[in-house]
T-cell receptor, first 114, second 113 residues
Framework: AQSVTQLDSHVSVSEGTPVLLRCNYS??????LFWYVQHPNKGLQLLLK??????LVKGINGFEAEFKKSETSFHLTKPSAHMSDAAEYFC????????????FGTGTRLTIIP | GAGVSQTPSNKVTEKGKYVELRCDPI?????LYWYRQSLGQGPEFLIY????????DSGLPNDRFFAVRPEGSVSTLKIQRTERGDSAVYLC???????????FGPGTRLTVL
């Protein structure tokens, strides 16, 4: 079985400061890992994905994540937070051998303080 | 272009009633997925279709839940004898094929009174 644990249910940062959203995964196989963002009243949007190529993955809107096998982590970072980053973020692992079935974490709500 | 659409956006029903939730995937996408998101939780996988057939329905919670995709495009999630615990946001996603990015719809919020 595969799973992800998001270590913080809520993170608050000031605008212009760095963002760190933490995620640990558990997988019996080489995982595919994703970060999705969910803005209020909008659909889930893919931020970035890791599929065993480069361990540092760059996504949209200045976000990036680093796959660390030794730490079983896939933390999401951004150097400078913007007000528009306020949303719910989900760390996701794919089950089976592709991404047919996504397993989501419980989410981290990011609040940006003006 | 048009994204994944879901209708209705909101559905309120009474315990014991039957409901149908519809998903229109992105044109040309062969894979279609259903997820359920309860309050304060991440989405949970229910079922996915490759074409017309259900390739994996292991996430359906019980036999009150059923989904179809008869022509390989639109899908309907059907819930019989609804219970209050079925209240959630039901999300649909589609992808060009499996192993491609899943694009999510806005969801249908189901409330069972």
């Amino acid at each position: 079985a595969q799973s992800v644990t998001q270590l913080d249910s809520h993170v608050s940062v000031s605008e212009g400061t760095p963002v760190l959203l933490r995620c640990n995964y558990s997988s019996s196989y080489s995982p595919s890992l994703f970060w999705y963002v969910q803005h209020p009243n909008k659909g889930l949007q893919l931020l970035l994905k890791y599929t065993s190529a480069a361990t540092l993955v760059k996504g949209i809107n200045g976000f990036e994540a680093e796959f660390k096998k030794s730490e079983t982590s896939f933390h999401l970072t951004k150097p400078s937070a913007h007000m528009s980053d306020a949303a719910e973020y989900f760390c996701v692992v794919s089950t089976n051998f592709g991404n047919e079935k996504l397993t989501f974490g419980t989410g981290t709500r990011l609040t940006i303080i003006p | 272009g048009a994204g994944v659409s879901q209708t209705p956006s909101n559905k309120v029903t009474e315990k014991g009633k039957y409901v149908e939730l519809r998903c229109d995937p992105i044109s040309g996408h062969t894979a279609l997925y259903w997820y359920r998101q309860s309050l304060g939780q991440g989405p949970e996988f229910l079922i996915y279709f490759q074409g017309t057939g259900a390739a994996d329905d292991s996430g359906l919670p019980n036999d009150r839940f059923f989904a179809v995709r008869p022509e390989g495009s639109v899908s309907t999630l059907k819930i019989q004898r609804t219970e209050r615990g079925d209240s959630a946001v039901y999300l649909c996603a589609s992808s060009l094929s499996t192993n491609n990015e899943q694009f999510f719809g806005p969801g249908t919020r189901l409330t069972v009174l």
